[in-house]
């Protein structure tokens, strides 16, 4: 607590604000965080880069037509400076940067307002920004925005992510030539010569720390011991995913080494070119994105380093109970008064698990704007709110920003998810109550056999251990082992010469179940498709039926899937999927990426009674990173 009110001292090219526990400086009128004083250090970000590589908004973007996932990359360099709000309780100051047609090629088309907010007796500042492209302006694609804070290097070596997530780390000098051996994907850097001896051999990956968003509300840094000063925590704070595209399960970046700590909020990962924001002619947009809360904490005498990560979840459960906020002062946040609510319960009719309706016990319930069936998963230019039920299928979704919006939801342990097109309209105090919700997912006939969990992830199939030449010490004993690099190549160390063959009641998924179809490479470098089998007994065949195969995936990459049944090389086959997918998860050590769900008819005619083999043929293999991740497969039989 200080007994200081907040102050704001403005320069010539500098503005500072003050409250008496933290100091902020920004460059004026650019809007970078420069220099951050706190518990008596001068400056906790990176005194060896340049001012605006300290802390900073950045966008990538690219020309109207582009594919892919890159672009031109942009640190937002304001050109406006103004105060909002000036007294004791609270600063709040905007850096503008505004475009016009005399910018066309140079600038991204848009108006940013970045925002920064202090407050009384507050432990550390807030950011937000609004985005706005306006109807006349070139049509465009955004693949990125986020905040960056690049720490120094020699003070914080102590990561945290997760309360199982969280490790000493290398230093950035560690991934450079000579010292580290850049791996596929470029990212991943196998630590050859670290300057601390205890990392040599690992492999460090920014990917590897990545978190889904329903998870990702607080990460940052420790700082190292020192006989000066003691140590001190630097945390980012997303109380809030309504502004971040892709939903609850969509994965982002969190720290890494640097030291680094982002607020990603847009981005393509572990989605490909489906989450770049494409703005297309006339097509008014705006956003505002966060506030996000940087906020920062020392120990006392009496405590010990683990306090810090415990204080700064704390922390994060107060930010997010006060979602929405009350302090920003642009119009474009809407406050709770402006906000309504949604509320009602679901349900699962399946007669062929049971008689009587399901209580859909911990299903993600949402509302996102207008769609299809999973478009949320592709949604990148609204906002989002989800929840989950409680036990008897409850829901509750409270400060929705006004607007309209469609409900989406699904139930882990059914495939398919529900959607209904009705437009619910959000108005200031709103409060709709849909009632009783029934989903029915796809099914045509009693199950003869299944394959996993449908969870929408493959985390439940065989995770090898990996190679020990690609270590991260973290993911060793741990639950997510799935992280670890170039778990890929184990695929054809393990499976020599044969592909995998799962025998139905024999095999068990969670030993015999690879969790990534992927290519084979061999020995001349090159790859082959990989055909997995699935062998099962039918007693007997309805030999005029159609049998319906369910084949929910939980990531493709560059990928294509095709099903032949009792002959592997009937063509043509019985299911193409078609080139899929460019998400990516593979390489980027993840377990999910976008949902899909395919249901195949197959055709008694198809089968016999007796042994029947499924052939599923992952078809591309130009490299290592093209494959699929199941989530589930079911075979129905007729009704």
Same mark, same amino acid.
């Given at each position: 607590?200080?007994?200081?009110?907040?102050?704001?001292?403005?320069?010539?090219?500098?503005?500072?604000?003050?409250?008496?526990?933290?100091?902020?400086?920004?460059?004026?009128?650019?809007?970078?965080?420069?220099?951050?004083?706190?518990?008596?250090?001068?400056?906790?970000?990176?005194?060896?880069?340049?001012?605006?590589?300290?802390?900073?908004?950045?966008?990538?973007?690219?020309?109207?037509?582009?594919?892919?996932?890159?672009?031109?990359?942009? *640190?937002?360099?304001?050109?406006?400076?103004?105060?909002?709000?000036?007294?004791?309780?609270?600063?709040?100051?905007?850096?503008?940067?505004?475009?016009? %047609?005399?910018?066309?090629?140079?600038?991204?088309?848009?108006?940013?307002?970045?925002?920064?907010?202090?407050?009384?007796?507050?432990?550390?500042?807030?950011?937000?920004?609004?985005?706005?492209?306006?109807?006349?302006?070139?049509?465009?694609?955004?693949?990125?925005? *986020?905040?960056?804070?690049?720490?120094?290097?020699? *003070?914080?070596?102590?990561?945290?992510?997760?309360?199982?997530?969280?490790?000493?780390?290398?230093?950035?000098?560690?991934?450079? %030539?000579? *010292?580290?051996?850049?791996?596929? $994907?470029?990212?991943?850097?196998? &630590?050859?010569?670290?300057?601390? $001896?205890?990392?040599?051999?690992?492999?460090?990956? =920014?990917?590897?720390?990545?978190?889904?968003?329903?998870?990702?509300?607080?990460?940052? /840094?420790?700082?190292?011991?020192?006989?000066?000063?003691?140590?001190?925590?630097?945390?980012?704070?997303?109380?809030?995913?309504?502004?971040?595209?892709?939903?609850?399960?969509?994965?982002?970046?969190?720290?890494?080494? #640097?030291?680094?700590?982002?607020?990603?909020?847009?981005?393509?990962?572990?989605?490909?070119?489906?989450?770049?924001?494409?703005?297309?002619?006339?097509? !008014?947009?705006? =956003?505002?994105?966060?506030?996000?809360?940087?906020?920062?904490?020392?120990?006392?005498?009496?405590?010990?380093?683990? /306090?810090?990560?415990?204080?700064?979840?704390?922390?994060?459960?107060?930010?997010?109970?006060?979602?929405?906020?009350?302090? $920003?002062?642009?119009?474009?946040?809407?406050?709770?008064?402006?906000?309504?609510?949604?509320?009602?319960?679901?349900?699962?009719?399946?007669?062929?698990?049971?008689?009587?309706?399901? &209580?859909?016990?911990?299903?993600?319930?949402?509302?996102? %704007?207008?769609?299809?069936?999973?478009?949320?998963?592709?949604?990148?230019?609204?906002?989002?709110?989800?929840?989950?039920?409680?036990?008897?299928?409850?829901?509750?979704?409270?400060?929705?920003?006004?607007?309209?919006?469609?409900?989406?939801?699904?139930?882990? +342990?059914?495939?398919?998810?529900?959607?209904?097109?009705?437009?619910?309209?959000?108005?200031?105090?709103?409060?709709?109550?849909?009632?009783?919700?029934?989903?029915?997912?796809?099914?045509?006939?009693?199950?003869? /056999?299944?394959? @996993?969990?449908?969870?929408?992830?493959?985390?439940?199939?065989?995770? $090898?251990?990996?190679?020990?030449?690609?270590?991260?010490?973290?993911?060793?004993?741990? !639950?997510?082992?799935?992280?670890?690099?170039? &778990?890929?190549?184990?695929?054809?160390?393990?499976?020599?010469?044969?592909?995998?063959?799962?025998?139905?009641?024999?095999?068990?998924?969670?030993?015999?179940?690879?969790?990534?179809?992927?290519?084979?490479?061999?020995?001349?470098?090159?790859?082959?498709?990989?055909?997995?089998?699935?062998?099962?007994?039918?007693?007997?065949?309805?030999?005029? +039926?159609?049998?319906?195969?369910?084949?929910?995936?939980?990531?493709?990459?560059?990928?294509?899937?095709?099903?032949?049944?009792?002959?592997?090389?009937?063509?043509?086959?019985?299911?193409?999927?078609?080139?899929?997918?460019?998400?990516?998860?593979?390489?980027?050590?993840?377990?999910? @990426?976008?949902?899909?769900?395919?249901?195949?008819?197959?055709?008694? #005619?198809?089968?016999? =009674?007796?042994?029947?083999?499924?052939?599923?043929?992952?078809?591309?293999?130009?490299?290592?990173?093209?494959?699929?991740?199941?989530?589930?497969?079911?075979?129905?039989?007729?009704?």
């Amino acid at each position: 607590m200080s007994a200081q009110g907040v102050q704001l001292h403005i320069g010539d090219n500098h503005v500072v604000m003050d409250n008496g526990i933290v100091k902020v400086y920004l460059a004026k009128p650019g809007g970078f965080v420069t220099r951050i004083q706190y518990n008596g250090v001068d400056n906790i970000l990176e005194v060896l880069n340049q001012r605006d590589n300290r802390g900073y908004w950045d966008v990538v973007w690219s020309q109207e037509g582009s594919t892919g996932t890159t672009g031109t990359f942009e *640190r937002v360099v304001g050109t406006n400076f103004r105060v909002i709000v000036e007294n004791e309780e609270q600063a709040e100051i905007s850096f503008t940067r505004m475009w016009d %047609p005399s910018l066309k090629g140079k600038l991204s088309p848009l108006n940013i307002d970045k925002r920064y907010v202090m407050l009384r007796n507050s432990a550390g500042f807030y950011s937000y920004a609004i985005f706005e492209h306006l109807k006349e302006w070139p049509a465009f694609n955004i693949p990125q925005i *986020r905040i960056v804070f690049q720490l120094r290097k020699d *003070r914080y070596h102590y990561m945290a992510v997760a309360d199982n997530r969280q490790r000493f780390m290398p230093l950035p000098d560690d991934r450079l %030539p000579g *010292r580290g051996k850049e791996l596929a $994907p470029p990212e991943a850097v196998s &630590l050859v010569n670290p300057i601390e $001896p205890e990392f040599k051999g690992e492999v460090d990956d =920014k990917y590897q720390y990545s978190c889904d968003n329903k998870d990702l509300k607080v990460h940052g /840094w420790i700082s190292s011991e020192k006989e000066t000063e003691a140590l001190m925590g630097f945390w980012v704070i997303i109380p809030s995913n309504e502004f971040r595209s892709g939903g609850p399960v969509k994965q982002n970046l969190t720290s890494h080494v #640097g030291p680094i700590s982002l607020a990603m909020f847009l981005s393509a990962h572990y989605a490909g070119e489906d989450l770049v924001l494409k703005l297309k002619p006339n097509e !008014p947009w705006k =956003k505002v994105f966060g506030p996000i809360f940087v906020y920062l904490n020392t120990l006392s005498d009496d405590q010990d380093a683990p /306090w810090l990560w415990e204080d700064a979840k704390d922390q994060m459960t107060k930010q997010v109970q006060s979602w929405p906020y009350d302090f $920003p002062a642009s119009e474009d946040y809407q406050k709770s008064d402006q906000r309504g609510s949604v509320c009602g319960t679901i349900r699962v009719r399946d007669r062929c698990q049971s008689d009587d309706y399901i &209580l859909a016990q911990g299903a993600y319930v949402g509302l996102a %704007p207008p769609g299809d069936a999973g478009s949320w998963q592709r949604e990148c230019k609204g906002y989002q709110f989800w929840t989950r039920t409680n036990e008897e299928g409850y829901f509750s979704i409270n400060d929705i920003r006004s607007g309209d919006y469609n409900l989406y939801a699904w139930v882990p +342990g059914f495939i398919g998810e529900y959607w209904n097109n009705v437009v619910l309209t959000i108005t200031p105090g709103s409060e709709i109550d849909v009632g009783d919700i029934v989903y029915e997912p796809p099914r045509d006939g009693p199950t003869l /056999w299944e394959i @996993g969990i449908p969870d929408r992830s493959a985390a439940e199939f065989y995770v $090898p251990d990996p190679n020990p030449m690609y270590i991260n010490k973290l993911y060793v004993n741990h !639950p997510d082992k799935f992280r670890q690099y170039g &778990l890929w190549e184990r695929y054809a160390e393990l499976y020599l010469e044969e592909d995998l063959v799962y025998t139905v009641g024999v095999s068990d998924y969670g030993k015999d179940w690879f969790f990534a179809q992927v290519t084979r490479k061999k020995d001349d470098g090159t790859y082959q498709a990989t055909t997995w089998q699935i062998k099962f007994k039918l007693d007997n065949v309805v030999r005029g +039926g159609a049998y319906k195969l369910r084949l929910a995936l939980a990531t493709a990459n560059a990928a294509e899937l095709q099903v032949r049944v009792n002959d592997p090389k009937q063509e043509p086959a019985v299911f193409t999927s078609g080139l899929i997918g460019n998400d990516n998860t593979i390489a980027r050590h993840g377990i999910h @990426g976008l949902y899909r769900l395919y249901s195949i008819d197959v055709g008694g #005619g198809l089968l016999i =009674k007796g042994d029947n083999t499924l052939y599923l043929t992952q078809a591309m293999a130009t490299g290592p990173f093209e494959g699929i991740m199941y989530d589930y497969v079911r075979l129905e039989s007729p009704q």
